[in-house]
């Protein structure tokens, strides 16, 4: 008989009575406070649904295949509500992780609330996006990797249980609901699994199992005929490539490019290289398509003899990733913020109303940077996670709290067709609750 078991039995019933009470007590707590968060932002969302009802933006075809089908097969108005019980739920986990770091709901709770109420957060929940369940996927991914860091402060995450298989089990959800949204989605899941591991070595090889198989997911239904990304996305990333190349060393181009578009035109491109349609919107499409393997291989050569061209570009592209202010090197390096969606009619005409003014009203240049542009907020929270990390001797904080935002950025540096502001969504919402972790000074 171990020594643990003999002293347990030789306690008083009134004693293990009191412990099991106490224990009972700490849970209900520590449920109260992300559903309490959780239901305060659902009851927000649905306001903003009901004004933007059936989606304030969106209804074309997006680049995520699967998602288009379920916006066809569950209706737009289905979809987006979907989407407000997935954020929420997704926030209110979020306070929950945070509160096991010590961070006091009067502090997260009102910041998840505000940021199902802001416009350019909340208008975006109830739109029809693919950036949707990214967001809400790395907002989950966050959630789930800071409560495995939790247990492992608190010496248990060897020990398993039920709230562990939870955790494990929404860690899976997340990189499922990324990879489904396309091959950006993919990378970023695949880049904040990386940053993970590490910090994370008793539960390494069950992350990576689960990774694997909730990223065998989209591959398994793009073989049965489903893809979660359309044939050609990347011809008009490779296309940009060469323009920003044309541009910054001017010469006779190819005859593949000026079949396509005439040099002038490849070269203004490339002075505007913010975005993919300052090429696509003065190139013959039909051209486009039948030189695709010249351009193909065009794009190729370019990466051999000049990487350096190929990153410029990208990262002219990706600058909505890292940069706090938008650049203003042509009419594409603004900030894109889509218009409602003309279907947008809402289920009450004042609210469609006052949600319509207050996005126009908080378009105002000034605020670009601080309400549109995540950049901005993933330094903060960064900066707040070091903090923690400097102030409790929590060093892996840093790399679970940033996984999700560094793969968000790394996917868009490569795959970033313009200044969607949409595409550093989860900058926005994960910033500022990450920011609440600097008002921790002692340990939890």
């Keep these: 008989m171990s020594t643990g078991t003999t002293l347990g039995e030789a306690r008083p019933e009134w004693a293990q009575r009191q412990e099991r009470e106490r224990r009972h007590r700490r849970a209900k707590s520590r449920l109260r406070l992300p559903f309490a968060v959780a239901a305060a932002c659902q009851a927000v969302l649905l306001l903003w649904w009901a004004a933007g009802y059936p989606a304030f933006t969106g209804g074309g075809v997006s680049g995520a295949p699967l998602y288009d089908a379920a916006v066809r097969a569950l209706h737009p108005a289905g979809v987006t509500l979907a989407q407000t019980v997935v954020v929420a739920f997704a926030l209110g986990h979020l306070v929950a992780a945070l509160a096991r770091f010590g961070v006091r709901g009067r502090w997260s709770g009102p910041v998840a609330v505000a940021l199902a109420a802001l416009p350019p957060t909340g208008s975006l929940v109830v739109s029809l996006s693919p950036e949707v369940p990214s967001t809400a996927g790395a907002l989950l991914l966050t959630a789930a990797g800071l409560r495995l860091l939790a247990r492992r402060a608190e010496g248990t995450l060897h020990r398993g249980g039920p709230a562990q298989r939870l955790d494990l089990a929404v860690l899976f959800s997340a990189v499922v609901l990324l990879a489904l949204t396309g091959p950006r989605g993919a990378g970023t899941a695949l880049i904040a699994a990386l940053v993970l591991l590490p910090a994370l070595p008793r539960a390494r090889g069950r ?80 051209a486009a398509g039948r030189e695709q393997p010249e351009l193909a291989a065009a794009w190729r050569k370019l990466l051999r003899d000049h990487p350096d061209r190929v990153l410029d570009a990208r990262l002219c592209r990706g600058r909505l990733a890292w940069s706090v202010w938008a650049a203003d090197s042509g009419p594409h390096a603004a900030t894109e913020v889509p218009e409602a969606s003309p279907s947008s009619h809402g289920l009450l005409r004042p609210l469609h109303s006052a949600a319509a003014w207050s996005r126009t009203l908080l378009r105002a240049p000034q605020l670009d940077w601080l309400l549109w542009r995540g950049a901005l907020w993933a330094y903060l929270g960064l900066a707040a996670a070091l903090l923690y990390a400097w102030r409790h001797r929590l060093p892996a904080l840093v790399p679970v709290a940033g996984a999700a935002v560094l793969g968000t950025q790394l996917a868009l540096t490569a795959s970033a067709a313009g200044q969607d502001y949409r595409t550093m969504a989860v900058a926005l919402f994960l910033g500022p609750l990450l920011l609440t972790l600097a008002t921790v000074r002692r340990a939890p």
């Design 207 to 286: 992350i990576a199992l689960l990774t694997a198989l909730a990223l065998a997911v989209p591959i398994a239904l793009a073989l049965l005929g489903h893809p979660a990304a359309r044939p050609g996305d990347l011809h008009p990333l490779r296309a940009a490539d060469l323009a920003r190349a044309e541009h910054r060393d001017p010469g006779r181009p190819a005859a593949a490019l000026t079949a396509v578009a005439p040099a002038a035109d490849w070269d203004a491109a490339g002075a505007d290289c913010s975005a993919t349609t300052a090429l696509t919107d003065r190139w013959d499409a039909a």
